[in-house]
C-alpha cells in the first residue's frame, strides 16, 4: 500500500493501519449475509468461505490480492471527449448525485414531486456550467410509475441533456439489457462504448450493516458484463446502519467495499471499479442525517486517505446541506465539505452541486450558485505558486523605491488569474443599491431562466434521437416539445 496526493490528513499513518486491520478482521471474522447463489459461486471460486450460518467471509490474504489486482488510473468518458474525467491524478472532480424526490422551486420555497423535465432540465443545465465535471441523476421522476419506464427514462434524459459522463442505477438487473442497448446506439455500436464507456452503474450493493443487496448485486453482475465502470456504493449512517464512533463507521464502511471490491474482481480481475465509501453522519440529538456537518468532513476526508493507502480510485458525498433552501447555511454546509473533500484528495466528489434537506430535495439555482463554489474550491486547491517570478522582488522594490507605493499598476495577466465567479456580489454598496441590489439567489434564478429558455444541447442528431424513440417506444416519455424540438 502508498499514501496517495492528499493535501489534509484526518488520520496519523498509525489510525490509516489500525482502521485497515479492523476492515480486514470484519471481513474475515464477521463477513456479509444475504450473499446470492452467483455472487457466492464466484467469490468462492476467488476464496471466500461460506459458514454454516449463510454468512460468506473472506480470508486477509484474498482480500489484499483483490486489492493488487483491482483497476486504477482509468478513466471516466464522456460522450465529448473535454468531458474525460482521469482518476488517480491530482485533479479533484465535482458533480451531481443522489436520489431526491422533491423539486425545490427557489422562488416560492415551495417543494414538489420531482418531474422527469426536471432531471432533463437539470441535465442540460450540468451541461453548460465549467465546474460540475460529471452528471450522476439526482432526481427520481415521480411522474414515472414503471420502474423499467424510470430507468429508461432516466439514462435517456441524462445521456440527451449533458455530454459529460453519467452515472445512473437500476432497479433490477433485466433493466441492464434494454439500457445497454441505448447506450450502444448513441455510442455508434458496443465496440465503441466498451472502449469509451460514458455511463457508469451507481451501485449500492450492501445494505449496512455487511448485508449483500439482492437486487443490487444482480445489477452489479449485468453491468461489470456490460463494461459499464461501477461505483461500489456503501452508504451506513452512524449511529444508526454504522457504528456512532467515526473511527468505527469509517472501519465498517471500508469493509463494506473492499467487500464490492472482491466481487467486481472475482467477476473480472480489473474491472474499473470506484472505492466509494460513503458514511453519512447523524445529529445525536434526533438520530437524523446530519450531511452538512463538520462529522460529515471528517469522515469523506478520512474514507479519501483510506482509498490513497490502498491507492485504489475514489469518490464520496459532500456538499450535501441540510438547509432546504439556497441561503447562508447551504452556502457554509456546501462551502466547507466540499472544499475539505477536494484537499482529502477524493477523485469524484458527488452531491456536490444541487442537493438540499439531506438529499431530500434538488433545486436547479442552487446547481448554477454551486458551481460558483465548486470554482472556489478548485481555486483553492491549486494553492500558491511560488517562483523567483511570482515572488515579485524586484516589482516590490520598484512600487517601493521609485514608484507610486502602490501595485494597482501591475501586470493585468496576474490579476486574470485571479478566479472570477460568475453570480457573487463583488461590487461596492453603491452600485448595488442603483443596481436594484438583487440577492444571488434572484441572480440565480435569472440565469436559469436564460438557459433553460435557449441552451438545448443537439449532440445526439435527431435521426439517431428517432431510432431511440422508435427502438423504446413508449417507454420514451420525455416528449421533444419539452427539449426545444
Not at 352 to 357: R, V, Y
Not at 461 to 475: Q, V, W, Y
Request: with cysteine.
Amino acid at each position: 500500500m502508498r499514501p496517495r496526493r492528499s493535501q489534509l490528513t484526518v488520520l496519523s499513518p498509525s489510525d490509516i493501519e489500525r482502521i485497515n486491520d479492523a476492515a480486514l478482521h470484519l471481513l474475515e471474522q464477521v463477513g456479509f449475509s444475504d450473499v446470492t447463489p452467483s455472487g457466492a459461486e464466484a467469490m468462492t471460486r476467488a476464496g471466500a468461505l461460506v459458514g454454516a450460518d449463510g454468512r460468506i467471509r473472506f480470508p486477509r490474504r484474498m482480500v489484499l490480492a483483490s486489492i493488487d489486482k483491482a483497476a486504477r488510473g482509468f478513466t471516466l468518458f464522456g460522450q465529448d471527449s473535454s468531458h474525460d474525467l482521469p482518476l488517480g491524478t491530482a485533479r479533484v472532480h465535482y458533480g451531481t448525485a443522489g436520489a431526491a424526490v422533491q423539486f425545490v422551486e427557489a422562488e416560492t420555497g415551495l417543494y414538489r414531486e420531482a418531474r422527469l423535465q426536471d432531471l432533463y432540465d437539470a441535465a442540460r443545465l450540468a451541461e453548460s456550467l465549467p465546474h460540475i465535471h460529471f452528471f450522476q441523476r439526482p432526481m427520481v421522476a415521480r411522474d414515472i410509475a414503471d420502474p423499467l419506464a424510470m430507468d429508461i427514462n432516466t439514462l435517456y434524459a441524462c445521456l440527451s441533456g449533458t455530454t459529460k459522463h453519467v452515472g445512473t442505477s437500476f432497479a433490477v438487473r433485466e433493466h441492464v439489457a434494454p439500457a445497454l442497448d441505448m447506450v450502444h446506439m448513441v455510442a455508434g455500436g458496443e465496440a465503441k462504448f466498451r472502449a469509451r464507456p460514458f455511463v457508469s452503474n451507481s451501485n449500492a450493493f450492501v445494505i449496512s450493516p455487511m448485508q449483500f443487496a439482492e437486487q443490487a448485486c444482480g445489477v452489479l453482475e449485468a453491468c461489470v458484463a456490460g463494461g459499464l465502470p461501477i461505483l461500489l456504493l456503501a452508504t451506513g449512517q452512524a449511529g444508526s446502519t454504522a457504528p456512532q464512533s467515526l473511527a468505527g463507521a469509517v472501519a465498517q464502511t471500508v469493509a463494506e467495499v473492499l467487500a464490492g471490491l472482491v466481487y467486481v474482481n472475482a467477476l473480472k480481475p480489473g474491472h474499473p471499479a470506484i472505492f466509494g465509501a460513503w458514511p453519512f453522519a447523524s445529529d445525536p440529538r434526533s438520530g437524523k442525517m446530519a450531511s452538512g456537518s463538520a462529522e460529515q468532513s471528517l469522515l469523506a476526508a478520512a474514507c479519501a486517505e483510506m482509498a490513497g493507502f490502498y491507492d485504489l480510485p475514489c469518490g464520496s458525498g459532500a456538499g450535501m446541506t441540510e438547509a432546504r433552501l439556497p441561503d447562508i447555511q447551504s452556502g457554509y454546509e456546501k462551502g466547507m465539505t466540499e472544499v475539505m473533500a477536494g484537499f482529502a484528495g477524493l477523485d469524484l466528489v458527488y452531491e456536490a452541486a444541487g442537493m438540499h434537506a439531506s438529499l431530500i430535495g434538488f433545486c436547479h439555482e442552487s446547481l448554477i450558485l454551486d458551481n460558483d463554489l465548486i470554482g472556489q474550491c478548485l481555486r483553492c486547491l491549486e494553492g500558491i505558486e511560488v517562483t523567483g517570478e511570482t515572488l515579485s522582488l524586484d516589482e516590490i522594490a520598484a512600487v517601493c523605491v521609485d514608484g507610486p507605493r502602490h501595485y494597482l499598476a501591475s501586470d493585468p495577466v496576474a490579476r486574470d488569474q485571479r478566479y472570477r465567479p460568475a453570480l457573487a456580489d463583488r461590487s461596492g454598496s453603491q452600485q448595488r443599491e442603483s443596481s436594484g441590489w438583487p440577492s444571488i439567489v434572484e441572480r440565480a434564478t435569472v440565469e436559469k431562466n436564460r438557459l433553460l429558455t435557449t441552451f438545448f444541447p443537439r449532440h445526439i442528431p435527431k435521426t439517431m434521437d428517432e431510432r431511440i424513440r422508435a427502438r423504446f417506444g413508449d417507454l420514451i416519455q420525455l416528449p421533444r416539445a419539452a427539449m426545444g424540438l
